[in-house]
């Protein structure tokens, strides 16, 4: 209830994909987050493939000890299930109910206490998942170092790089890249430069409201053919006759007004975003198409 998704993905093409103004803008949410005393959090994700060395130990070491904790308290939970029930079916005494403590024996309780004392840390979360073969260069963690946005506490917006694919393969994330996207709550795509773009329509084919710009094809198509995009949850960032920190200010305001809304009005929202996304179905697109080829002639 407290946690929002935001994620962005495609080639790592630092200024044509929008990285680099997607990270002003964050920037800028955290500053205003904290100052409006908004009391969420958003984690954005960025997905984009770099060469890296291996995964970060300390991601990995966090993802394993989280599995543990799981399998311990779901242990427990059948545990306390189990006598719950035979201590209810078996008392006189409907007027309370048992101790559930009473029910966790001394090494289950250890057990887990344990488990949770060395996964807590002081240490601040590494923004990246994996060492980059050239970090010193990589344009996202230097523009993330520059920004300040290394995770905080007291930070509301968080980063999370993982310079390479989502797959269920995957040891960290072990879900397909369609789980990912549905997972998550807003899909952030203000390009610089994007003849078409699927990124976004991929996100509200997903049901998961997007952030596009109008330097995009998809984002000159929305304003042209949706009135309401909004309210179906397409934000388009204006990129076209704005300079970049007029830009970067919109997607900044689109993200805390996204992170504003209540439960109940984002579940509307996706709702709304995922009976959009059937406007943009080949059994409407292709009338356009064929009319290109009519006009273009068949020698292109």
């Known amino acids: 209830d407290k946690t ?15 990285f ?16 409006e005393g908004l009391d969420m959090t958003v984690i954005m994700f960025m997905v984009a493939k770099q060469p890296f060395h291996s995964m970060h130990p300390t991601a990995l070491l966090h993802r394993a000890m989280m599995e543990e904790i799981r399998q311990t308290t779901t242990s427990i939970e059948k545990i306390v299930g189990e ?64 920004h300040g946005l290394l995770n905080h506490r007291n930070h509301k917006v968080k980063v999370v790089y993982h310079p390479d694919f989502i797959a269920s393969t995957n040891p960290l994330f072990g879900m397909d890249y369609t789980q990912f996207v549905r997972g998550c709550h807003l899909g952030d795509f203000p390009s610089y430069y994007e003849p078409r773009g699927y990124t976004p329509l991929e996100s509200i084919a997903s049901g998961v409201p997007t952030v596009t710009s109008d330097l995009s094809g998809f984002g000159d198509y929305v304003l042209k053919s949706m009135p309401d995009h909004e309210k179906n949850g397409i934000y388009v960032t204006h990129r076209r006759y704005n300079s970049y920190q007029d830009a970067a200010e919109q997607l900044s305001e689109q993200m805390l007004s996204f992170a504003r809304q209540s439960r109940r009005d984002r579940i509307t929202q996706r709702n709304y975003t995922e009976r959009a996304s059937v406007l943009f179905d080949w059994e409407y697109l292709y009338e356009y198409y064929k009319k290109c080829y009519e006009k273009l002639g068949t020698g292109y």
């Open 4 to 18: 929002l998704y935001f994620f962005t993905s495609g080639r790592f093409e630092f200024r044509n994909k929008g």
């Open 20 to 35: 680099d103004i997607t990270l002003d803008a964050l920037a800028r949410l955290n500053w205003k987050m904290k100052l």
């Open 83 to 146: 006598n719950l029930f035979n201590a209810v079916a078996s008392t006189p005494d409907t007027r309370q109910l048992p101790n559930l403590n009473n029910f966790v024996d001394d090494y289950w309780k250890l057990r887990l206490r344990r488990i949770v004392q060395s996964w807590k840390s002081d240490n601040l979360p590494p923004v990246v998942t994996h060492n980059l073969a050239n970090d010193a260069a990589d344009e996202i963690l230097n523009s993330i170092r520059s």
